[in-house]
């Protein structure tokens, strides 16, 4: 059995699969996992691939949800970009594809959820 927070969090990526959809993307994978890494969503708008990260709250919730991809989070959300991108399904795609890490939120509230998109949220850096 589901807890709530499973459901709300199911609830808010199919919300975010169709804004995407209805911004001009298509949905490449969902839940996409490789060993202990995930990647909520992967699409394909032009020649961009944009891994998306997902995060949803009611609308009583005591912090947005984007304050929740702190700096482990966008960690391992690189690692695991990194290993969609060294699968044989990154074999299928254009080899001159940009690649962007997202955030898109969804929160619960009446009438209609309210979705808040970050392309490009942030940009991984190397040293």
Known sequence: MKTQKQIIGARGEEEACSWLVGAGHRILRRNWRAGHLELDIITIQGHIL??????????DAPVAPEVNVGHD??????????????????????????????VLTVVFQEPEPQI???????????V
């Open 73 to 102: 989070k966008r960690r391992r959300m690189v690692s695991a970009a990194h290993a969609f991108l060294n699968s044989a399904e990154r074999a299928s795609l254009p080899a001159d594809l940009e690649i962007w890490l997202d």
């Open 116 to 126: 808040e998109y970050y392309p490009q949220a942030f940009i991984p850096m190397y």
């Open 50 to 59: 944009h891994v998306v990260e997902v995060k949803t709250s009611s609308a």
